[in-house]
């Protein structure tokens, strides 16, 4: 009962312009409006002189030396700058 | 799902030294896109004529990119190179004279400058050109550009930056992959960069669902623990 009366108190509202849209246009447009997909990436058409696995072996290999090399690299570093601060102060 | 015919892409630019940047561009950008890139360089048979070759390959593809930004006068000989334009007219006699499927060909005409081609090739003046300026950014743009307009209006697409900020990462990447692979950089082959190409991009999706789920996963157990 207080559905219908819902219904009708938004019809009148719609009549006299209260209601500028309808909700039941977003029903309308999940019907109608096809789902959108994200774009496939494809195979290359031919095989190069490397397999499939063979080049995602090595995409791994170099995500995980990039991953690790930093780290060793900074360490480094601060060991450097350690070794150059220590023998440039001055003694005595 | 539409075929190999449909989401093929010929890529019809120099192969020398100084445009391979771009052409490695294009040819990301067109992968990217969720199509092949083909080009002459894909067959290495001798027993066939070049220009059956390009015929065969013009055939199979649907859409076609053609930079003619180096039509110039060679030093040496003082005659200008006409392979690209010659290719050029090749695509647009079989979309004019080819059957039904051959007809609905779609191309993208790329030079340097916007009225430049019109001193060398004036017969495409009513054609619209999109410039890159040899630069990689400009040209991944407009390829992008012209791929989202080819494409079917229920495929998302990514955008120009985010296609030319993942060609950055890629090309960081290459030099390291033909290290691992025991490949020369330099001796790269069309094929062997567009596998590089295809599996890279694969391989940047599917870990990253992975790693937020396993993370997801990982978060709960601990808080189950706790």
């Known amino acids: 009962m207080q559905l219908a009366r819902g219904w009708v108190a938004a019809g009148l509202k719609r009549r006299r312009g209260q209601i500028r849209c309808d909700r039941r246009a977003f029903c309308w447009l999940n019907i109608f409006m096809a789902p959108k997909t994200l774009r496939v990436v494809r195979d290359s058409k031919y095989s190069g002189s490397f397999t499939r696995q063979q080049i995602e072996r090595a995409i791994r290999n170099v995500e995980r030396t990039r991953e690790v090399g930093p780290s060793v690299d900074k360490r480094h570093g601060d060991h450097s700058a350690r070794s150059t601060k220590s023998a440039s102060r001055p003694k005595g | ?226």
């Open chain 2, 1 to 226: 799902m539409p075929g190999d015919y449909q989401l093929s892409v010929f890529i019809n630019c120099p192969f020398d030294r100084t445009y391979r940047k771009l052409l490695h561009a294009i040819v990301f950008a067109v992968h990217d896109c969720g199509y092949i890139a083909r080009s002459a360089l894909e067959i290495t048979d001798t027993s066939q004529v070049r220009l059956a070759k390009i015929f065969r390959i013009i055939s199979e593809c649907a859409i076609g990119i053609h930079d003619i930004s180096r039509t110039e006068l060679d030093r040496r000989t003082k005659l200008p190179r006409f392979n690209m334009p010659l290719e050029l007219g090749m695509f647009l006699g079989a979309k004019q004279y080819g059957d039904a499927t051959q007809r609905r060909k779609l191309c993208l005409v790329l030079d340097r400058t916007p009225h430049r081609y019109q001193k060398f090739c004036s017969d495409n003046a009513g054609q619209d050109i999109s410039t890159h300026g040899r630069n990689s950014e400009r040209a991944i743009h407009s390829v992008r550009d012209f791929l989202r307009n080819a494409a079917p209006s229920d495929v998302i697409i990514p955008g120009g930056a985010k296609i030319y900020q993942r060609y950055l990462r890629f090309s960081k990447t290459v030099p390291a992959l033909c290290r691992e692979l025991g490949q020369p950089t330099d001796k790269l082959t069309f094929r062997d960069y567009t596998g590089f190409v295809s599996v890279w991009l694969k391989e940047q999706e599917e870990p990253k669902r992975q790693i937020s789920f396993r993370q997801g996963k990982q978060r709960h157990i601990t808080a189950t623990n706790a």
